[in-house]
């Protein structure tokens, strides 16, 4: 099941391929501050660009110094 207490809980089939599109969660206001204003004081964990968790990206770490 996908989607919490949202009014739009989805459940998926076991075996339904899923892609995750994180772009939009970065816009969720309720989860962030003022979602789409451009800020340089955002917490790191507001970003999904490379995923969430243990799910990270292993270029989030070359990024973080190279793209600055």
């Known amino acids: 099941m996908v989607g919490g207490k949202a009014r739009h809980v989805k459940t998926i089939p076991q075996g339904t391929f899923v892609f995750a599109a994180t772009l939009g969660a970065m816009f969720d206001g309720d989860a962030l501050n003022a979602p789409d204003n451009f800020r340089t004081d955002c917490p790191p964990a507001d ?4 995923g969430l968790g243990v799910h990270r990206g292993f270029g989030e770490r070359f990024n973080d110094v190279v793209l600055p």
């Open 47 to 50: 970003d999904l660009h490379f």
